[in-house]
């Protein structure tokens, strides 16, 4: 891998962590097309340490706040309650099957039936999500509805099927509305990436990889940061305004010209 092919990797994790279209998805079959699947699964975690630092900085003030009520009660402990229960079904799943995402999930075939699935369950989500007429607040998260989230998000370590994607969608189905649906998505994706770059990272063999290539990896995680940055802005400010339609025909188009050319 050169440093070019790094910053390209880079640049879309950043975009595409954020905006639900699969990073992980959209990872596996660009190291197939550029042969650079050496570094696999690492250097792919590795760009998780800038789309994370990008998430920590735009949700610094939030991050304090949710700090705070982690010690004493103030009107974001409940939040936080809900984003620990929310982490649960994630961690076990990144436990359990972490494996399996290094070796046989990293398929692009099942990276485009992934992606098309899941583009149609978005779709049937923007559909459903017009039935509630009284939406529910980040705030107002209930254990139910965290739970919920939560365990979409397990599905999030099987390329194609997106960590932003899974968590928002299943948001609009318990009924919260698209920007309280990303923000805690979002705020539940730091804990989440923290624990799978440590996971990953404090392996012998990862770090190994890291010392013989730091400044590909570099490269890569500051490319990861800059765009990530750019794609948090983006989707909170279109999921304002706009639904998922976009993102779901768009991942129906890849996954289908994916399937074309395998």
Do not use: C
């Not at 010690?71 to 076990?92: C, H």
């Amino acid at each position: 891998m050169n440093i070019f092919q790094a910053i390209l990797l880079g640049i879309v994790q950043g975009l595409t962590e954020f905006i639900p279209v699969s990073s992980s998805g959209h990872l596996v079959v660009l190291h197939d097309a550029l042969g650079v699947s050496q570094t696999g699964l690492t250097f792919d975690v590795a760009l998780h340490v800038g789309t994370l630092l990008a998430l920590i900085l735009y949700f610094f003030k939030d991050i304090r706040l949710l700090t705070l009520g982690l010690f004493a009660k103030t009107r974001e402990t409940w939040l936080v309650k809900m984003l620990l229960l929310a982490t649960i079904p994630a961690g076990v799943a990144g436990f359990f099957l972490q494996s399996a995402a290094e070796t046989s999930f990293r398929s692009s075939r099942i990276v485009a039936v992934n992606l098309m699935v899941f583009g149609v369950v978005m779709i049937l989500a923007e559909r459903y999500a017009v039935k509630f007429k009284r939406k529910t607040a980040v705030e107002q998260v209930t254990p139910q509805q965290a739970l919920l989230m939560g365990m979409a998000q397990a599905f999030a370590i099987i390329p194609g099927v997106s960590r932003s994607g899974s968590t928002i969608t299943s948001g609009l189905f318990a009924g919260l509305d698209r920007v309280s649906a990303t923000r805690f998505s979002f705020l539940l994706a730091i804990p989440i990436t923290l624990g799978a770059i440590l996971k990953v990272l404090l392996d012998d063999v990862a770090l190994t990889q890291f010392d013989n290539q730091s400044g590909i990896f570099i490269a890569g995680i500051t490319a990861a940061f800059l765009s990530g940055l750019i794609a948090i802005r983006f989707l909170l400010a279109y999921l304002a305004k706009h639904s998922l339609s976009v993102f779901a025909y768009y991942r129906l188009v890849i996954g289908a010209l994916i399937l074309l050319l395998l």
